[in-house]
């Protein structure tokens, strides 16, 4: 079992547009409402290809009813997520016809006590217990120490089982030392938490901090990965248009099953740049074009780079 952490989950609305424009109205097409927040879309998208995941986190209020109602119809996805007294937040994607780009505006979500962050872990211990590789994904809510994220990762080292993390700022930055094994930043999170411009020293100095295994993101060019193994870049056939909201957790999914799976680097990365890939040739985020995976599957180029650097 795979476990998934939203400790921000959010009620996802998707509008389609024609065109996007600043400072006039809009006639709105196809409306989209679904369970959202960056885990449960990584286990969305795992619950997709038959993987056993449970979903864990933070809810609360008419929303987080909503979020745990659509969940609950998810096959192969079991609801774990705990309630808090605040309500969970709402995030609004508008995806413009004439382009496919997507505009994204992201709520703060609820504010949570230390008495519901203390019950939130317990569970989390709890859920542990049963996973072979934690996925621990999104924001904070208002609350939440910034140190979160390195208490669960530490929990799940204590436990002996494997993280994904993907967060940025000061939770990222706080959770290295717990050692997390693997941390998926894009470019632009990369660069802020680190002051590198240069995605590989970058990686090299979050593995510095502490992260076993480093993978960069950097949307159509493809993924960097620095491991212990050394550097490889997987880059895509092509350049597709869409929406590339959702195309970071299904990387996060095929990393936790790669690394569910013990599979060889190569492979992880290949198969997260085509879940990437068939991410964004879906207008919400969670959903992957089978037709679009296959046909990156085998077609992604995986380069070893060169050997790592010592930590």
């Known amino acids: 079992m795979i476990l998934t952490v939203t400790l921000n989950a959010a009620l996802d609305v998707t509008y389609g547009v024609d065109s996007l424009r600043p400072r006039t109205s809009h006639r709105v097409g196809a409306v989209d409402r679904r369970a959202g927040g960056k885990s449960v879309d990584v286990a969305r998208v795992l619950a997709g ?9 933070l809810v609360g209020g008419p929303t987080g009813a909503l979020v745990r109602e659509d969940l609950r119809a998810v096959r192969g996805l079991r609801d774990a997520l705990v309630p808090v007294s605040g309500e969970s937040r709402r995030t609004v994607t508008v995806v413009s016809g004439d382009d496919g780009d997507a505009t994204v505006f992201n709520e703060r979500g609820p504010q949570v006590s230390p008495s519901e962050w203390r019950a939130f872990a317990g569970r989390f211990a709890e859920l542990v ?7 621990l994904c999104g924001s904070l809510p208002p609350g939440l120490p910034s140190d979160a994220y390195a208490q669960l990762v530490a929990c799940a080292a204590e436990t002996g089982v494997p993280t994904v993390l993907d967060t940025s700022g000061a939770p990222l930055l706080d959770a290295l030392g717990a050692r997390p094994d693997v941390v998926k930043p894009n470019a632009a999170e990369l660069a802020s938490a680190t002051g590198c411009e240069d995605a590989g020293a970058g990686a090299e100095r979050l593995r510095g901090l502490g992260a076993r295994s480093v993978v960069v993101s950097s949307g159509p060019g493809g993924l960097l990965a620095v491991t212990a193994e050394g550097r490889r870049r997987a880059v895509p056939p092509e350049r597709l248009a869409g929406n590339p909201t959702g195309a970071g957790d299904a990387c996060v999914a095929a990393l936790a099953a790669g690394l569910a799976d013990g599979a060889h680097w190569g492979d992880v990365l290949s198969d997260a740049v085509a879940l990437s890939a068939a991410a964004v040739a879906c207008p919400v985020a969670g959903d992957v074009d089978a037709a679009t995976y296959e046909r990156f599957r085998t077609t992604v180029t995986v380069e070893d780079l060169h050997a790592p650097q010592p930590h």
């Open 129 to 135: 217990r049963e996973a072979s590789v934690v996925a």
């Open 49 to 57: 290809r038959g993987r056993a995941v449970t979903a864990t986190g």
